[in-house]
T-cell receptor, first 115, second 109 residues
Framework: GAVVSQHPSRVICKSGTSVKIECRSL??????MFWYRQFPKQSLMLMAT?????????EQGVEKDKFLINHASLTLSTLTVTSAHPEDSSFYIC???????????FGNGTRLTVT | GQNIDQPTEMTATEGAIVQINCTYQ??????LFWYQQHAGEAPTFLSY??LDGLEEKGRFSSFLSRSKGYSYLLLKELQMKDSASYLC??????????WGAGTKLIIKP
């Protein structure tokens, strides 16, 4: 079945630094990639939707200059958390689908801890 | 507005049956998904319903009533490994997923 590879799985960084998270679709072309954030004991919160070759669409309240999304190819999307702060510590998950109204394929998630 | 409601937490006994309910309100409807999420892991797909009725898949079944905006996930012959959060998500007319907060299922021996 379709597989989505997300790296890194865990990252600890210092406040003020930037962290890049990669998400790759391994056996299909991911035209659209969804980036979610999940705080402990809460559900998934959609941060942004990225489409290959165009600018990402950010959800209300998500700072586009802080969470940079690049979707330069049909198999790779990246999320960069710039100038990270402790409140950015969370579980970030990418997901995509190979067609509309079909189940999402999730990456394994990235646990970000900002100290 | 768009909204998903499901219980926060449920407890059940190993070997028993449990039903997790979900009600939804969305702008248009393109299906209802159930995902399982173990702590610290990404969600995994369990089921998808777009037509009314019951879909059975092994120990897990999912039911949908579009007129009532209601779905449930039925887990039979519960095992300890079924302890997880179960997320209900409805897809709206724009094919966007609206997520519930998840139901934490605790299985006791």
């Amino acid at each position: 079945g379709a597989v989505v590879s997300q790296h890194p799985s865990r990252v600890i960084c210092k406040s003020g630094t930037s962290v890049k998270i990669e998400c790759r679709s391994l056996d299909f072309q991911a035209t659209t990639m969804f980036w979610y954030r999940q705080f402990p004991k809460q559900s998934l919160m959609l941060m942004a939707t990225s489409n290959e070759g165009s600018k990402a669409t950010y959800e209300q309240g998500v700072e586009k200059d802080k969470f940079l999304i690049n979707h330069a190819s049909l198999t790779l999307s990246t999320l960069t958390v710039t100038s990270a702060h402790p409140e950015d510590s969370s579980f970030y998950i990418c997901s995509t689908t190979d067609r509309e109204n079909s189940p999402l394929h999730f990456g394994n998630g990235t646990r970000l801890t900002v100290t | 507005g768009q909204n998903i409601d499901q219980p926060t937490e449920m407890t059940a006994t190993e070997g028993a049956i449990v039903q997790i309910n979900c009600t939804y309100q969305t702008s248009g409807f393109n299906g209802l998904f159930w995902y399982q999420q173990h702590a610290g892991e990404a969600p995994t797909f369990l089921s998808y319903n777009v037509l009314d009725g019951l879909e059975e898949k092994g120990r897990f079944s999912s039911f949908l009533s579009r007129s009532k905006g209601y779905s449930y996930l039925l887990l039979k012959e519960l095992q300890m490994k079924d302890s997880a959060s179960y997320l209900c998500a409805a897809m709206d007319s724009n094919y966007q997923l609206i997520w519930g907060a998840g139901t934490k299922l605790i299985i006791k021996p």
